[in-house]
């Protein structure tokens, strides 16, 4: 069975803090597909990153970066200098190999106070 | 967004009719998902096809819920005789050729209100 957990439900900063998204996956697969979504305050699911777990590369993106640790098995998500637009759900999700079924967190609630 | 093109985006019904939600994958792509959020809870698996099959259909309510994807046209989830308990926004996703080392891109959400 698979599990994907974001503890943090809800989480505020203010404008140009840094701030950290975390996820913790359960698998027994060795073989499995990492992917963060962001969905802002208009509903849409916007696609930020997919890792495969033979890749354990940290990965930058502007100011997106993302910590894949298979030893802890988590793939946390920071932001820095944080924009009122990043305000938004952000979704960690689990993609086993030989599955076709994404296995979202429950998300984790993004406010960036001005 | 990827271009994953849903609509409508929003719909309103009373219960006990019909909801058809159309699904125009992204160009190129022959898979498609469907996934449900629910109020105040995460986004679920409903049902993967590729084009004129129905791949995995395990997240599917067993009654009242339908989809198909045809060989010319959009996906379509079909939703019988609804009720309160269907209000939810309903997702698709696509993605070239299955999620295994692909991108799966989402759309931008239809979202269903039954009254």
């Known amino acids: 069975a698979q599990k994907v957990t974001q503890a943090q439900t809800e989480i505020s900063v203010v404008e140009k803090e840094d701030v950290t998204l975390d996820c913790v996956y359960e698998?027994?697969?060795?073989?499995?597909?990492l992917f963060w979504y962001k969905q802002p305050p208009s509903g849409e699911l916007v696609f930020l990153i997919r890792?495969?777990?033979?890749?354990?590369q940290n990965e930058i993106s502007g100011r997106y970066s993302w910590n894949f640790q298979k030893s802890t098995s988590s793939f946390n998500f920071t932001i820095t200098a944080s924009q009122v637009v990043d305000s938004a759900v952000y979704f960690c999700?689990?993609?086993?190999?030989?599955?076709?079924?994404?296995?979202f967190g429950t998300g984790t609630r993004l406010t960036i106070i001005p | 967004n990827a271009g994953v093109m849903q609509n409508p985006r929003h719909l309103v019904r009373r219960r006990g009719q019909e909801a058809r939600l159309r699904c125009s994958p992204m160009?190129?792509?022959?898979?498609v998902y469907w996934y449900r959020q629910l109020p105040e809870e995460g986004l679920k698996f409903m049902v993967y096809?590729?084009?004129?099959?129905?791949?995995?259909e395990s997240g599917m309510p067993k009654e009242r819920f339908s989809a198909e994807f045809p060989k010319e046209g959009p996906s379509i989830l079909r939703i019988q005789q609804v009720v309160r308990g269907d209000s939810a926004a309903y997702f698709c996703?696509?993605?070239?050729?299955?999620?295994?080392?692909?991108?799966?891109?989402f759309g931008e959400g239809s979202w269903l209100t039954v009254v």
């Open positions: 996703a696509s993605s070239r050729m299955g999620g295994q080392g692909n991108t799966i891109y």
């Open positions: 698998t027994r697969d060795t073989t499995y597909y």
């Open positions: 890792r495969n777990s033979f890749d354990e």
């Open positions: 999700a689990l993609l086993n190999f030989g599955n076709e079924k994404l296995t």
């Open positions: 160009k190129g792509h022959s898979h």
């Open positions: 096809l590729q084009k004129e099959n129905i791949i995995d």
